[in-house]
């Protein structure tokens, strides 16, 4: 019996599973939005949840607790120093799972795994590019 056993296991051996999730986590803080399936977007969600509570505390010791999620310096860097301070704020609630469509091959259901602040982001930085080529 399964109860109260939590996680979903991806029919994968446990350092997969765990190099998989890692890799999905450190893409969406590179590019603040990444499309996977729905079980693999719920699961890296939980992971990156507790990633920005880290990184709104901003101490040292939420630093090291992340590196051991995020090997890549340069990441964790950008988790305490620019998404972290965007939502001081906020309680929780950091990421939404939008549902997008079924992938083709195997009809897998795909979501779209954001920040919720994504799309304000995307005007600001559209918009300044505009004003960039304007003032050329």
Do not use: C
């Amino acid at each position: 019996m399964r109860h109260r056993v939590d996680g979903r296991l991806f029919g994968r051996p446990a350092n997969q599973r765990k190099a998989l999730l890692r890799n999905l986590v450190a893409s969406l803080i590179e590019h603040q939005r990444i499309e996977t399936t729905v079980p693999k977007a719920k699961e890296a969600k939980r992971i990156a949840e507790r990633l920005v509570s880290l990184a709104i505390k901003g101490d040292l010791a939420s630093r090291r607790l992340a590196m051991t999620y995020l090997p890549n310096r340069r990441l964790v860097s950008t988790l305490f120093k620019e998404i972290g301070p965007r939502f001081a704020g906020r309680n929780g609630g950091f990421l939404r799972i939008v549902r997008t469509r079924r992938r083709v091959n195997d009809r897998a259901e795909l979501a779209v795994l954001e920040f919720v602040d994504y799309e304000d982001i995307m005007k600001k930085e559209t918009e300044k590019a505009k004003e960039d080529k304007e003032n050329k």
